[in-house]
């Protein structure tokens, strides 16, 4: 069983900053492919990022605004999203797979988070 506890979630103007953290159980971490995901409102859970042992994939939408990250001595993997958009307001989620194929489908990740909501004001 794999525990995950996001945090950094808030509300920023456009064009700030946030970090993303998500807190990780398991003694085999450094092994998980570790993702971010959205959903807003009435629209599905999308892919943001994902970031597996070598390497690391960043959704077209905030590609060069986003960077993905993981420590694997703390069992955390960090969000760290710049030049923020109304766009970006969405609830997000950490979500673990642990095979160590980098996906972006949902669907593959085994284990989840409660979510943190970030909304970007206009």
């Known amino acids: 069983q794999v525990q995950l506890v996001e945090s950094g979630g808030g509300l920023v103007q456009a064009g700030g900053s946030l970090r993303l953290s998500c807190a990780a159980s398991?003694?085999?971490?450094?092994?998980?492919?570790m993702g971010w995901f959205r959903q807003a409102p009435g629209k599905e859970r999308e892919f943001v990022a994902a970031i597996s042992r070598s390497s690391s994939r960043t959704a077209d939408s905030v590609k060069g605004r986003f960077t993905i990250s993981r420590d694997n001595a703390k069992n955390t993997v960090y969000l760290q999203m710049n030049s923020l958009k109304p766009e970006d307001t969405a609830v997000y989620y950490c979500?673990?797979?642990?095979?160590?194929?980098?996906?972006?489908?949902?669907?593959?990740?085994?284990?989840w988070g409660q979510g943190t909501q970030v909304t970007v004001s206009s």
């Open positions: 979500a673990a797979d642990l095979s160590v194929i980098l996906v972006t489908m949902p669907g593959a990740y085994d284990y």
């Open positions: 398991g003694r085999t971490f450094n092994s998980y492919v």
